[in-house]
Antibody, heavy 127, light 108 residues
Framework: EVQLLESGGGLVQPGGSLRLSCAAS????????ITWVRQAPGKGLDWVSG????????YYADSVKGRFNISRDNSKNIVYLEMNSLRPEDTAVYHC????????????????????WGQGILVTVSS | EVVLTQSPASLSVSPGDGASLSCRAS??????LAWYQQRPGQAPRLLIY???TRATGVPARFSGGGSGTEFTLTISSLQADDFAIYYC??????????FGGGTKVEIK
């Protein structure tokens, strides 16, 4: 069974930092891109960042570029989201999600839609 | 950035009736569109990808259609656990990946 479990959230002051973790199990982790999507209270879904299966290719929304850093440790099946210079508008539940992706031969490909999601972790930026 | 506009924002439907949800893209995304369902307090669930392909385990009462800039999610004969918020997402022109604002399907 595929499982994704986020951790590391909490209350932080504006300008502060947090590191979120997404621990995955139940699939071949290095074959799949992972993304972070956030949801502000009572609002819709907002894509934040993604990373390829190898970890070599990160992507960011303009709203977080230069402040957030995504990385992964394929030996531990974990994706990290380092969040710096946090703003009140970053307050949200942060979900990690697994790219449905597929492998053909020795290559794996991301498809950019997401078939398994974690329950999410709340990040609150407030003084 | 591709902007996705969903309509209506909310929809009241009686159990057993059908519902049709719309997603319009600001520019063509071909068939690179997915739909998700989000029940209260839960994570999103993938329903449809490639505009019309049902994800694993999704009941046949969910169907997707459209291409280019106009897309529809149709739910026939709504069941109790279909009352939720539905989001479309494009993956044609990225980054960024973008989501629509959602349609809330409520019990009438």
């Amino acid at each position: 069974e595929v499982q994704l479990l986020e951790s590391g959230g909490g209350l932080v002051q504006p300008g502060g930092s947090l590191r979120l973790s997404c621990a995955a199990s139940g699939f071949t982790f290095s074959n799949h891109a992972i993304t972070w999507v956030r949801q502000a209270p009572g609002k819709g879904l907002d894509w934040v960042s993604g990373i390829s299966g190898s970890g070599q290719i990160p992507y960011y929304a303009d709203s977080v570029k230069g402040r957030f850093n995504i990385s992964r440790d394929n030996s531990k099946n974990i994706v990290y989201l380092e969040m710096n210079s946090l703003r009140p508008e970053d307050t949200a539940v942060y979900h990690c999600a697994k790219d449905r992706g597929y492998c053909s031969g020795t290559s794996c490909y991301a498809v950019r839609y997401f078939d398994h999601w974690g329950q999410g972790i709340l990040v609150t930026v407030s003084s | 950035e591709v902007v996705l506009t969903q309509s209506p924002a909310s929809l009241s439907v009686s159990p057993g009736d059908g519902a049709s949800l719309s997603c319009r893209a600001s520019q063509s995304v071909a068939s690179n569109l997915a739909w998700y369902q989000q029940r209260p307090g839960q994570a999103p669930r993938l329903l449809i990808y490639a505009a019309s392909t049902r994800a694993t385990g999704v009941p046949a009462r969910f169907s997707g259609g459209g291409s280019g800039t106009e897309f529809t999610l149709t739910i026939s004969s709504l069941q109790a656990d279909d009352f939720a918020i539905y989001y479309c997402q494009q993956y044609s022109r990225w980054p960024p990946l973008t989501f629509g604002g959602g349609t809330k399907v409520e019990i009438k």
